[in-house]
């Protein structure tokens, strides 16, 4: 079932803060949650910023070890855990952007359904991410924290790059289209 068939959702689980960033999925080491955590709280610190970092995903020995490592700053890190689909409609629609900083990936779900959201994804330049998000990510390396600082500013402050990314995802979702696979499926036999 694809999110766009499911109602839309208008406020999101616990009321979350806005503004807030969104990463969805793991936190098995590849996806990069630890560095990016670390990095964020330095970007908030040096420049001043409000956001918060909302991450969703089962709270495994993986996330209980992040968890327990940024304790100290739960309210501006906010681990939610596994919710259902009609709660993480709520928090893609309600996000400012979705951030994807795997260090290696194979497809990236999550970041698609952003896409589908016409939300602003931040991903890292590695592996499968550029083919799969094409124009409609701003890419990062995910291991410089400058170049990520950067990016992540210039994605939530730069309105037509935001509006770029948006009118680009709408484009590129079309590419993931269940309906438009089958025809091709049905054609090719």
């Known amino acids: 079932t ?25 936190a098995y080491p590849h996806k990069n949650l630890e560095w990016i955590i670390d990095t964020f709280l330095q970007w908030r ?9 909302v991450l969703v995903g089962d709270h495994d020995n993986f996330y209980l070890r992040l968890i327990g490592r940024f304790k100290a ?4 890190i906010h681990f939610i855990g596994s919710v259902a689909d009609e709660k993480l409609i709520g928090l893609y629609q309600n996000a400012a952007v979705y ?12 970041a698609v ?9 931040l991903a890292s330049d590695r ?10 990510a701003l890419y990062f390396e995910p291991t ?8 992540l500013s210039r994605i939530l402050d730069d309105t037509l790059l935001r ?23 049905k054609k090719l036999y």
């Open 2 to 26: 694809s999110f766009s068939s499911l109602p839309i959702q208008t406020k999101t689980e616990n009321l979350i803060p806005k503004p807030y960033i969104l990463d969805v999925g793991t």
């Open 45 to 53: 610190e040096k420049r001043h910023r409000k956001e918060i970092f």
């Open 73 to 76: 700053v739960q309210e501006v």
């Open 99 to 110: 951030i994807a900083p795997s260090l290696y990936e194979g497809f990236g779900l999550p």
């Open 113 to 121: 359904e952003a896409l589908e959201f016409g939300l602003p994804v």
């Open 127 to 136: 592996t499968a991410q550029p083919e799969i998000l094409g124009a409609s």
């Open 144 to 151: 410089d924290a400058n170049d990520f600082s950067d990016k």
């Open 163 to 185: 509006s770029k990314l948006i009118d680009q995802a709408k484009k590129r979702i079309q590419v993931f289209d269940w309906g438009v696979l089958a025809g091709k499926t």
